[in-house]
């Protein structure tokens, strides 16, 4: 562990579950459910890598699902951290983000954004999904596994 390293937030490879729920989804005839009823997409897992910086600067992973989103108003605390995320493209809108350490290995959290989203010639449509999520530490080696959402030095 490195010396000065927050509690609950380790470099390395990570483990996320993740599972979202579309409040309003964009996609036409995506709703089997009653109208305004939430529709939940399967859960998914992914291989994350964290690292020293994200931890730093964000206190753990942040959503990197579009290029064109900025965190702002990042809260650190010593269990978890929350923020905005401001999205201005084929996005528009605003989520906040949520995330809390239970310990030293493990992570939770959501994601809630509401917003408008381009749909090619069918226009903009609007959009609201919460994406909860835990994470499990699995070690200090990547691997192949590349950091999302950082740009190399050019």
């Not at 996609?27 to 009653?34: D, R, S």
């Not at 020293?52 to 990197?64: A, R, S, T, V």
């Not at 201005?88 to 983000?97: A, D, E, F, P, R």
């Not at 989203?117 to 499990?136: D, I, K």
């Amino acid at each position: 562990m490195l010396a000065g390293a927050q509690t609950g937030r380790k470099a390395g490879l990570w483990e996320v579950t993740s599972k979202t729920t579309w409040q309003q989804s964009p996609f036409a005839g995506a709703a089997q459910e009653p109208e305004g009823s939430p529709v939940s997409a399967a859960p998914q897992t992914t291989m994350v890598c964290l690292t020293q910086e994200m931890i730093d600067k964000y206190g753990g992973p942040i959503p990197q699902a579009h290029n064109e989103c900025q965190v702002s108003n990042v809260n650190r605390t010593a269990k978890g951290m929350t923020a905005d995320w401001v999205c201005n493209g084929g996005l528009n809108g605003k989520g906040s983000i949520q995330s809390s350490w239970t310990d030293d290995n493990h992570s939770s959290g959501k994601v809630h954004f509401s917003g408008t989203m381009q749909m090619g010639q069918a226009g903009s449509r609007p959009v609201e999904w919460t994406n909860q999520f835990t994470s499990t530490y699995k070690k200090s080696n990547c691997g192949s596994v590349k950091p999302k959402g950082e740009t190399p030095a050019q």
